[in-house]
Nanobody
Framework: QVQLVESGGGLVQAGDSLRISCAAS????????MGWFRQAPGKGREFVAA????????YYADSVKGRFTISRDNAKNTVYLQMNSLNTEDTAVYYC???????????????????WGQGTQVTVSS
């Protein structure tokens, strides 16, 4: 089992950058593909980005491609989401998720992930 704790959210202005982090407990962090999802008020949870166990493969939602970068540090049991050129549509609670897998596959569906953090609020003002 793994526990996930997100941090780094906050209030920023449109055009700003922000990096959020997700720290995982346990010794088997490298056994998990990691993903970021977000949920805006009144909307469902949507996929943002994913990274493979070894960090060599990444995948992004079209809405964030070219602006967001997912990365991980397996030595620190941490996954990051660097968000650039933020706009008001990026306002949401951001969740990190862990998917236990034996391969380097990533997931884009929330149902593919086994563990979730509590979320961190990102608010972008115009």
């Amino acid at each position: 089992q793994v526990q996930l704790v997100e941090s780094g959210g906050g209030l920023v202005q449109a055009g700003d950058s922000l990096r959020i982090s997700c720290a995982a407990s346990g010794r088997s962090f490298s056994s998990y593909a990691m993903g970021w999802f977000r949920q805006a008020p009144g909307k469902g949870r949507e996929f943002v980005a994913a990274i493979s166990r070894n960090g060599l493969s990444t995948y992004y939602a079209d809405s964030v491609k070219g602006r967001f970068t997912i990365s991980r540090d397996n030595a620190k049991n941490t996954v990051y989401l660097q968000m650039n050129s933020l706009n008001t549509e990026d306002t949401a609670v951001y969740y990190c998720a862990a998917r236990r897998t034996l391969s380097q596959d990533m997931g884009v569906l929330s149902s593919e992930y086994d563990y979730w953090g509590q979320g961190t609020q990102v608010t972008v003002s115009s």
